[in-house]
């Protein structure tokens, strides 16, 4: 590469480095720096060819425009200023930074003590100053070419009461499928590929949500025990995809992933980390953020500006106050958004992103933003709502146009099923979309994202497969994980081959899975469960670069049934709208219809009493849901009606006989009954007033075949 010779005053926007079709603008925040210098490298990022000073700055914003550069230059920053981390500044221009804003990262870290700032193990490490070169182990931002023919391309915009949200990971996900061609495994283009798409289509779920795909870097302690960060949750780049999981090196196959998936009609969600980066606390490295303005990027410490507030439990908090770190957040959003084309985002721990001063705002700045963006306002947004920090749980209390995981949801389910009592009540809550949480401030049913299982935790096979953590493979003597799973062995830890012992944690699969997608709300599957995936009692795999977290596409007869059992499953929920509602049951005559839209009954038929709902040993239940009083409109605003349907459960290990309900004559169709492998009944037509013989913890739907619902 020639030296460039011309440098032009170029734009303080947009941040970042922007080819325009002529040449490439730079633009870089730093509010304290003193000066900054763009540094280029050779095509194989291993030599500075050039450093160039940026002369210009327009409010804070320091810029040039090279117009002999070109796409595909590989460039990095070094930023000089004070070196005074009593002050909250760690300027150190011997340390190669990454531009926040850089599309392209490439090129992998390699770690060494130089990409410190401080003389690692010197005396008052953290107030030293080191000052040898880190360019050798940093990867290097790329320019980029944005052009993308995307056609057609429209998001699917699949209402949210008919998501089914299928939470996975672009490597692991393909890493193991026979049918994806070698090279492709792990990859974008994996996941893309036909055998993938398929896959997704025939199981019925509607959303891609991607664990995620931001660059970002493995921990040094988890390089120097063989491991690495498997889930990603380590970001250093906001507005790159990560570039190990890109088969072509090219960041246009990120977006052909996205146009492919829309094209087979699934919507694409992305998990993003804002809350923190990758550079840890007082003692981690200068890799960009804390290097190009420490002071303005930080959450730090009042009182003591060399630490930081950490809210996460990884080090640093993201300053959300900063209107240019806020502005940089709402850039990524947008680009992913406008660029990428996804369809919405997941935030990790998001109660961080409302902290304004110290407690968790919830009409915050961000949120405001967020709003009255335009953009941003029409995609999906889903809060993790909480943090580490106090006052950081915040279940249901997220804005209207927020969804939330719900993890009273997820808690709840794995307790009643395991057998824990007393728990009726809030049951019937979580399993008619928890309007505790989320009636008020007019949110609906789908605010409540319900989930069994997520990548943090047990898979749903070893939730009923280990009643403790085996997490010895992270190389922390298993110290690392939750304790409180709410998880039940069925008698046995780990693999067994006693037939009664795995035929019960297949029942107890088939149960949660049903309750799950019969419930209202939106649900998230995790990759695998569907067909019994396992981590061996793993539960905190984020380390786990291997077949303990990659899907295993062979299936053998129990996994085939389960996942035969989990597509009959969704597609009950497809076909009918009455386990999809827009708006909460109202449990009292329909106007204009004289029927009431749910009846809580108890096995001898009669319907659930106050004093019943209270009853520590009730472990049983039964549900009329009345299809014919629904009151809803569909998007072109014609009437939806639906049939009416009888759910039964049965946590407790005897048989329970229900009293199924005798309104006018009717009679009932067996559709599901988790007590048989394939969730069918022998005898699958039943007379109202008879009894239905529900076997020890299971479920059963049944579907009413004449009218005459109760008023």
Not at 35 to 44: G, R, Y
Not at 210 to 238: C, E, K
Not at 404 to 411: L, P
Not at 598 to 616: C, K, T, Y
Request: some cysteine.
């Amino acid at each position: 590469m020639n030296p460039i010779n011309a440098v032009w005053p170029g734009r303080p926007n947009p941040r970042g480095a922007t080819w325009d079709g002529e040449g490439v603008n730079f633009a870089l925040f730093s509010e304290h720096a003193e000066k900054v210098e763009l540094c280029i490298f050779d095509d194989a990022g291993r030599r500075e060819l050039q450093r160039i000073e940026l002369r210009e700055q327009t409010d804070l914003i320091w810029h040039c425009y090279l117009p002999e550069a070109r796409p595909g230059m590989l460039y990095g920053y070094r930023v000089h200023g004070p070196y005074q981390p009593e002050e909250g500044h760690r300027f150190n221009a011997h340390k190669l930074l990454l531009d926040p804003y850089a599309r392209h990262i490439d090129g992998p870290l390699r770690w060494s003590d130089a990409l410190f700032g401080y003389s690692v193990g010197s005396k008052h490490e953290e107030l030293s100053f080191d000052r040898r070169d880190s360019a050798r182990g940093m990867p290097k931002c790329k320019v980029i070419d944005p052009a993308f023919t995307w056609g057609e391309d429209r998001r699917p915009r699949v209402p949210w009461n008919d998501m089914i949200i299928y939470e996975t990971h672009v490597r692991g996900f393909t890493m193991r499928h026979p049918e994806v061609p070698p090279a492709m495994r792990g990859k974008y283009a994996g996941l893309s590929s036909a055998p993938a798409i398929e896959y997704l289509k025939r199981l019925g779920v509607t959303t891609v949500e991607l664990m995620p795909v931001h660059a970002f870097v493995d921990d040094r302690y988890l390089v120097q025990r063989g491991l690495s960060n498997y889930w990603g949750y380590n970001t250093i780049g906001y507005f790159a995809p990560e570039a190990h999981y890109s088969a072509s090196g090219k960041v246009a196959e990120f977006k052909t992933m996205v146009k492919t998936l829309h094209s087979a009609g699934l919507e694409v969600i992305l998990d993003v980390v804002y809350n923190h980066t990758a550079e840890g606390n007082h003692l981690g490295p200068t890799l960009s953020f804390r290097g190009v303005d420490n002071a303005c990027y930080y959450r730090l410490t009042p009182g003591d500006r060399r630490l930081y507030v950490d809210y996460t439990g990884c080090g640093n908090t993201l300053n959300m106050v900063h209107p240019r770190v806020l502005q940089m957040i709402m850039d990524s959003l947008r680009y992913w958004v406008t660029e990428m084309h996804v369809d919405g985002f997941r935030f990790d721990l998001a109660s961080a992103l409302a902290r304004e001063l110290h407690e968790v705002d919830r009409l915050g700045a961000f949120f405001d933003i967020l709003r009255q963006d335009p953009v941003l306002s029409e995609v999906k947004l889903i809060a993790e709502p909480w943090d580490l920090g106090e006052g950081g749980y915040q279940v249901g209390n997220f804005p209207v146009g927020w969804s939330e995981w719900n993890d009273k949801y997820r808690d709840t389910m794995r307790a009643y099923w395991k057998g824990d009592g007393g728990l009726i009540g809030e049951f019937a809550q979580r399993i008619t979309g928890s309007s505790d949480l989320y009636r008020r401030g007019g949110r609906r049913p789908h605010a409540s994202i319900n989930f069994l299982s997520a990548h943090d935790g047990f898979t749903l096979a070893d939730l009923v497969s280990y009643n403790q953590k085996h997490n010895d493979a992270n190389k922390e003597a298993n110290r690392d994980g939750h304790d409180n799973n709410l998880s039940w062995n069925c008698g046995v830890e780990g693999p067994t081959g006693d037939t009664a012992v795995r035929a019960l944690r297949a029942r107890q699969q088939r149960n949660l899975l049903a309750t799950l997608l019969l419930s209202q709300g939106v649900p998230m599957l995790l990759a695998g469960d569907e067909t019994g995936r396992s981590q061996r009692g793993n539960n905190n795999a984020y380390c786990q670069d291997n077949e303990l977290s990659w899907i295993d596409w062979r299936l053998d007869e129990e996994k085939r049934k389960l996942l035969a059992f989990t597509q009959r499953i969704i597609g009950i929920r497809r076909a009918h709208p009455l386990f999809r509602r827009r708006d909460f049951y109202k449990g009292h005559p329909v106007r204009g219809l004289d029927i009431r839209d749910i009846v809580w009954l108890r096995p001898e038929g009669g319907e659930m009493s106050d004093d019943e709902w209270n009853q520590h040993f009730a472990r049983c239940l039964g549900v009329y849901l009345a299809g014919e009083a629904l009151t809803e409109a569909d998007e072109r605003g014609r009437p939806v009606r639906d049939q009416n349907f009888l759910l039964l459960f049965n946590a407790h290990h005897e048989p329970i006989a229900f009293k199924l309900p005798d309104y006018n004559g009717s009679r009932w169709h067996a559709l599901l009954d988790t007590a048989f492998e394939d969730g069918l009944t022998v005898d699958g037509t039943f007379d109202g007033g008879t009894q239905y013989d529900l076997k020890g913890r299971s479920l059963a739907l049944l579907q009413q075949l004449s009218a005459g619902p109760p008023a």
